[in-house]
């Protein structure tokens, strides 16, 4: 069985003050590390806000979570003709539910998020109950659901922080960050542009939501990764939402140095041999391992090994692993491999000593 042994060091890093070059003219913003959930700039962070179609991030992640994308959807009347942006669905018409999602995150189609919310949760109603329960789980306590799409009601909010902390959690979903990551998109007789301009106006975004209503002002949820640092942004009643958030990520990235937390073969290793000429083999971590690291970073890892090898082992053979972790979260890992040969000895019979013996 292998062994673990968990081993605790601290990287420091000097950085600049956690200020913005620009200023950021919104109701509430937000600005996190994905991996760590990290606050790195805010202003009224948790103030309980509406939050318009970015509440379409948790639509999608819940029905991800809870249906099966490649289900044939057919339209109910109920998903017809709900006010706002649309796809112009028709009662009986059949999408599957990877097209509807696409529809929702992409044109942020109301109809189509009403679409996805009776068939996952049966009713619209059971839905909104399985949002508010993820909510509840993901720690956002400053938010309720009210609705699957964002439109105006009273009883419907979130914060800057916690539509921060659900972005993090919904772009760890590959087929989410397929999703909000497209472009453009083909939907049979439609053809759909992803609303989020900030995929064509920032090299770095790798996904998000917009939203806007009379009542919530424009409001924006996005991500970017650059040199592996992977950051969310969250702006709820922001007139210049574009510009806040590029001005947010380039700060936010101008936080992080690049460090090697392992060079490849600076961890060397004695294992016992079972059943060889040989008592032990030497090993190595193979690769480097890298992180983008922010002041005051925690780093840990583990180092996964057998208490023992079995004869035969080949130089390059895998012996084990060890994993980085960023603030008790996954970092990187590299192989441990044999750097030299234990052949197999085979211990002689009883036969096999008598014949010896005469010989």
């Not at 490649?70 to 539910?97: F, M, N, R």
């Not at 939402?241 to 090697?260: P, V």
Request: proline share 3%.
């Amino acid at each position: 069985m292998r062994k673990v042994l968990p081993v605790l060091f601290a990287l420091l890093f000097a950085v600049q003050a956690l200020t913005v070059s620009a200023d950021v003219y919104a109701d509430g913003y937000c600005l996190v590390d994905m991996d760590t959930l990290a606050v790195l700039s805010q202003s009224d962070a948790h103030e309980h806000l509406p939050m318009a179609s970015t509440t379409k991030i948790m639509t999608a992640i819940v029905a991800l979570e809870n249906g099966d994308i490649d289900a044939v959807v057919t339209i109910p009347k109920q998903a017809v003709g709900v006010e706002g942006s649309s796809v112009y669905l028709k009662a009986g018409e059949k999408l599957t539910l990877e097209q509807l999602l696409y529809a929702v995150m992409l044109q942020s189609a109301n109809d189509a998020a009403t679409a996805v919310a009776i068939e996952v949760g049966g009713s619209e109603e059971n839905f909104v109950a399985m949002m508010n329960d993820k909510a509840a789980e993901l720690g956002m306590k400053d938010t309720c659901f009210a609705n699957p799409h964002g439109l105006p009601d009273d009883g419907h909010f979130s914060s800057a922080y916690d539509m921060a902390v659900l972005m993090s959690y919904a772009m760890g979903n590959s087929e989410f960050r397929k999703i909000t990551s497209t472009e453009n998109k083909n939907l049979g007789e439609r053809y759909i542009s992803n609303h989020n301009k900030l995929l064509w106006l920032y090299e770095y975004c790798t996904g998000g939501k917009t939203g806007f209503t009379k009542k919530a002002g424009r409001c924006l949820v996005s991500s970017a990764e650059k040199d592996g640092a992977r950051l969310a942004c969250v702006t709820l009643g922001a007139p210049n939402d574009w510009n806040d958030h590029k001005e947010l990520f380039n700060y936010g990235f101008s936080l992080y140095t690049a460090e090697t937390l392992c060079a490849a073969g600076e961890r060397e290793f004695r294992l016992p041999v079972v059943g060889s000429t040989v008592q032990y083999v030497s090993a190595v971590n193979t690769d480097a391992v890298s992180a983008s690291l922010l002041k005051d970073d925690s780093i840990t890892f583990t180092v996964e090994l057998d208490r023992f090898l079995y004869a035969p082992v080949s130089a390059g053979d895998s012996v084990g692993r060890i994993v980085f972790y960023r603030n008790g979260r996954y970092a990187g890992e590299s192989d441990i491999t044999a750097t030299e040969p234990a052949e197999y000895y085979e211990k002689p019979s009883l036969w096999d000593k008598i014949k010896s013996l005469f010989d």
